[in-house]
């Protein structure tokens, strides 16, 4: 309908800015000319940091854990300890090359996290728009640059909408500038972020020649810094506190063993070395790095592949599993955004027709906006009440001027001029709003009034609002000046927009899984509240505007709400940092437009819904690549079983550090009994070893969200360590007196190999079975079962050692009976460990209950899923079945292929040796444009600026020329006559 949403920048007399440029470029590059330039120029992409294999490889072995290995090592070989010292070498190669190796395979996964990621842009190529990867751009690519996008490139403005660019990331000023205009020129710079308008623009410069690329190659090299998550971070530091702890112990070993049993001779000093080597290397959990980061990056990409939510880093798995509220947008999220206009209930304004009001709204959209579900669905009202004489009825009318939507103005306006009427300008929006512009607060729009009649219909307005939001309904209200006479209200439009089919299940998961959904919504404060009662949230909804006031009852308020409505952008953020700050929620935020960023980005797990902007996007913790909010549910329950995992494993570690120095030092002291080194250095090794599989375990989601609380994870563990330490000194104590076994297990005052071996067997049956317990949210044998690899790695892993203690004297050669009366010693044990490790749950009110492991989503790749498999359904292999897309990507392609086609007009002029290769342009683009959606051609270029060389006025100045078309609009209709003719 009319031209897209723009002000003329190009008003004589105002500008001196050369907008003129070679009208070959328009054509855009043939792929032989792109792949051309791809090898003069390179990729659009600054130089990627390799990092090099046998770097990853170094990397396993420096650290604070591996650096103490290291040094384990060089002391076992200045005593001549060659077998403790092969085994310290194998524990330290074992490590690095199994951390290499999972390394490598999480690098893989986050590598396919990256390409989900990968920004895509219309490009002009061949004749036909496709959505290419911004890498591949080169200069010569023509684009289309719409709000939200982020410049991918130096990019020149050609013709368009005066653009409002963001361009804080690369000057730092807070205010968007304008593109193009005298004082910035129209060069738009790789890194800016467009906010609104849209234009078409021809790629100048590219990766490194960019001017950001040129100036800041250097910030690639930030890509080599891993991030860290708080919780890794925690906990590491707290690795840090157990290995000095260790130190302390093992020098205040030495010294008592040197003084109080007279050792500090060679061949004692030899040994208590041995000794302290041995508590050093059971202290250090050197797996646990390579199992957080596993387990995140693998969790991140099954996150990606099966549950539609790609997470933009690692540490945002932590966010997502603690997230306790979330704030969710209606349009779109909650509702389908497939609004239609219910044409049988227009309410029209006296001296007005449904014809009219259909009329104006019409010419207040823009028909390529398909992505626009207000603009679409008043254009196919339009459409149907028309038919095929909308065009004829409209073609004299001519576009002067647009204001684009702004979710602060609630309102666009265009303004037209017609032979025989004159001057006419149409507002569309929300209907108070255009009734009176200063309705919720006045704005700093240019364009401001007051209807005609003001006081007379306000109340009659609002009624009609009033009673179509409370039946469920959107609301469209219209206004119209002819020439100079009053602002006249013509008419309102109810529009539905349906709640999506899953959204009721997924809010009801949602809240089962202990979290607060907030509905936070632009729409009339009726409209949500119907929205809300038909899928199952609370209908204590208020007005955005009542967040504005900094009050401990705003604070309150906000809250105790189920949402608010009529909001403006820097409500929702206002919302975000009071649950954020005041009340310490870990904030969930969607959004999907540039407008949506600031409170994206202010909320810990931003959310960018499919099919979002990439300002958006670059805000958010997580991207969903479905519609609707079921992918977030899965992510929820995916994160939070990825954190059960970290949990367990941490659980367990620390207990098992605990168990073996504090056993070991005690043997010491109470009854000088040490263990010998390779024992102790194997347990360590096997505990690591055996616990990789961890990443790949089967975990159950909690009801509640995660907790991150270091303290309460240690003080777990160190109870379990606790009682595993006790149950160990007990059998060292107990087992020689209490007659049950073969052997002769006297600690004091022998400690022969054989008390040695079978109180190492204990401790590496007992740690090794403690896995079981502390990855289990309740009794072992009521939560889900291991997964198959870590339940053979450590059944195995007890086996060897079992074998390595009853066939090898070094260990003892202790009995088979004793070997299977240990074995049961210790599962006892377990069952007493795992009995107390609930009570202290309940003692510290941890959540033991876990959500069902099969939920009804109803997300869009389930169904697609079981569809393909199935063969049959609505998802089935129907080719004849095509439904319209109506996505930004797939728009933003058709009209870019549809306005190189209907500029063809210009080839005329083109040199004759580019006349060949335009016209298999033309061809190219003729065939692409047929095959796109039912667009409507003609009208694509309506109200465009379009300038070329010959345009320029006699004193040198350019000036505008607007394109006609055959989808011009001129009123006709006996309302408008009769406003043009009203005094």
Not at 265 to 280: E, F, M, Y
Not at 932 to 954: F, K
Request: glycine share 6%; net charge negative.
């Amino acid at each position: 309908m009319g031209g897209h949403d723009t002000e003329n920048p190009l008003q004589a007399g105002k500008t001196k800015l050369d907008l003129s440029y070679d009208p070959t470029e328009r054509l855009g590059l043939t792929s032989e000319r792109a792949e051309e330039l791809t090898q003069e120029f390179g990729y659009n992409e600054l130089p990627e940091i390799t990092i090099s294999i046998w770097w990853v490889l170094f990397v396993q072995f420096t650290g604070v854990m591996p650096y103490m290995l290291e040094l384990a090592a060089l002391i076992a070989i200045a005593v001549q300890d060659y077998a403790d010292f092969g085994i310290i070498l194998v524990m330290l190669l074992c490590n690095g090359f199994l951390g290499f190796h999972e390394q490598m395979k999480a690098a893989e996964s986050l590598r396919e996290l990256t390409q989900k990621m990968e920004q895509k842009i219309a490009t002009l190529r061949d004749g036909h728009a496709e959505n290419l990867l911004t890498r591949l751009l080169v200069p010569g690519d023509v684009v289309l640059l719409i709000g939200g996008v982020q410049v991918p490139a130096d990019i020149e403005w050609l013709e368009g909408d005066i653009l409002q660019v963001d361009t804080a990331a690369l000057t730092g000023e807070p205010l968007p500038r304008k593109y193009p205009c005298e004082e910035y020129g129209k060069l738009i710079l790789c890194g800016a972020t467009i906010r609104s308008g849209e234009a078409y623009g021809i790629v100048r410069k590219t990766g490194v020649n960019t001017e950001i690329g040129s100036a800041n190659a250097d910030i690639m090299k930030d890509k080599t810094v891993t991030k860290v998550s708080v919780f890794e971070q925690r906990v590491l530091m707290v690795v840090q506190v157990v290995i000095f702890v260790a130190l302390i112990d093992v020098l205040i070993i030495f010294i008592v063993q040197g003084v109080v049993q007279d050792q500090f001779t060679a061949s004692g000093i030899q040994t208590d070395l041995l000794t302290c080597l041995s508590i050093i290397v059971a202290a250090i959990p050197i797996a646990l790095p390579i199992v957080l980061n596993v387990t995140m990056a693998l969790g991140a990409g099954k996150m990606a592949r099966e549950y539609d939510a790609v997470v933009t880093s690692l540490p945002a798995l932590q966010d997502i599993s603690s997230m306790t509220v979330l704030c969710s947008d209606k349009t779109g999220t909650l509702t389908t955004a497939k609004i239609s206009i219910h044409a049988e209930s227009v309410w029209c304004a006296e001296g007005f027709t449904k014809q009219d009001v259909a009329l104006y709204a019409g010419l207040a959209s823009n028909r390529d906006k398909k992505e626009d579900a207000i603009d679409r669905s008043v254009i196919n009202h339009f459409d149907r009440i028309f038919n095929t004489k909308g065009a004829d009825i409209v073609k004299e009318y001519t576009k002067v001027r647009s204001v684009g939507f702004n979710p602060i103005y609630k309102r666009v306006l265009y303004e037209y001029t017609h032979p025989k009427i004159g001057n006419i300008i149409i507002a569309k929006g929300l209907p108070t709003k255009v009734l009176n512009t200063k309705d919720g607060g006045e704005d700093d729009a240019a364009d401001q009034w007051v209807c005609e009649g003001f006081e007379q219909i306000k109340d009659v307005v609002k009624k009609v609002d009033y009673d179509f939001s409370k039946a469920g309904y959107k609301t469209l209200g219209i206004v119209v000046k002819i020439n100079n006479k009053p602002w006249t209200y013509c008419g309102i439009l109810p529009m539905l927009d349906p709640p999506r089919h899953d959204t009721a299940q997924t809010i009801k998961n949602l809240v089962t899984a202990g979290i607060n959904v907030k509905m936070i919504t632009g729409d009339h404060l009726n409209i949500a509240k119907e929205t809300a009662r038909l899928i199952g949230m609370g209908i204590n909804i208020h007005a955005g505007e009542e967040t504005r006031n900094p009050t401990q009852d705003r604070n309150e308020l906000v809250w105790n709400a189920d949402g608010f409505a009529q909001v403006l952008p820097k409500d929702k953020r206002e919302v975000v940092l009071v649950l954020r700050n005041i009340y310490n929620q870990v904030v969930g935020m969607t959004g999907d437009g540039v407008n949506d960023a600031p409170a994206l980005s202010a909320a810990q797990c931003g959310v960018a819904v499919d099919d979002a902007t990439d300002a958006a996007k670059n805000a958010a913790a997580i991207i969903l690549t479905s519609p609707g909010l079921s992918a977030i549910y899965s992510a929820v329950v995916e994160s939070r079983r990825i954190f059960r995992k970290l949990k367990a494993y941490v659980t367990y570690r620390f207990a098992a550090s605990i168990q073996i120095v504090v056993v070991l030092t005690l043997l010491i002291f109470i009854s000088n009994c040490p263990i010998t080194a390779l024992f102790i250095i194997l347990l360590a090794l096997f505990n690591d070893l055996t616990m990789l599989p961890i990443a790949y375990d089967f975990q159950q989601a909690s009801t509640k969200p995660e907790n991150p609380d270091v303290t309460n994870i240690l003080t777990v563990s160190a109870s379990l360590g606790t009682l595993e330490t006790c149950f160990t000194l007990l059998f060292a104590y107990g087992a020689g007196p209490s007659g049950i076994f073969q052997g002769d297990y006297q600690v004091t005052g022998n400690c022969s190999v054989s008390t040695q071996g079978a109180i190492w067997l204990q401790m590496f049956v007992a740690t090794e079975l403690l896995i079981f317990s502390a990855r289990a949210p309740t009794y072992i044998w009521a939560s889900i079962a291991p997964s198959l690899p870590l339940f053979a790695s450590v059944i195995t892993g007890c086996l060897i050692a079992s074998l390595m203690a009853g066939l090898s004297t070094t260990f003892g050669a202790i009995s088979g009976l004793d070997i299977v009366l240990i074995w049961v010693y210790n599962i006892i044990c377990l069952f007493f460990i795992d009995v107390t490790k609930v009570s202290l749950f309940k003692f510290f009110n941890e959540n033991t209950e876990v959500l069902p492991e099969v939920v009804e989503t109803g997300s869009v790749s389930e169904k697609v899923a079981r569809a393909r498999k199935s063969g049959e359904g609505e998802f089935g292999n129907t080719p004849d079945q095509v439904t319209e897309d109506y996505s930004r990507a797939s728009i933003s392609t058709s009209r870019l292929s549809e306005w190189a086609l209907s500029k063809n007009e210009h080839l005329s002029n083109l040199e004759p040796s580019r006349e060949s290769i335009a016209a298999a342009t033309r061809s190219k683009s003729k065939n692409a444009a047929l095959s796109s959606i039912d667009l409507y051609r003609e009208s694509l270029t309506n109200g465009r600026i379009s300038v070329s060389r010959s345009m320029t006025t006699p004193n040198g100045e350019l000036r505008p020329s607007f394109i006609s078309s055959s989808a011009n609009l001129r009123p006709n209709t006996p309302a408008a006559k009769a406003i043009a003719n009203r005094k």
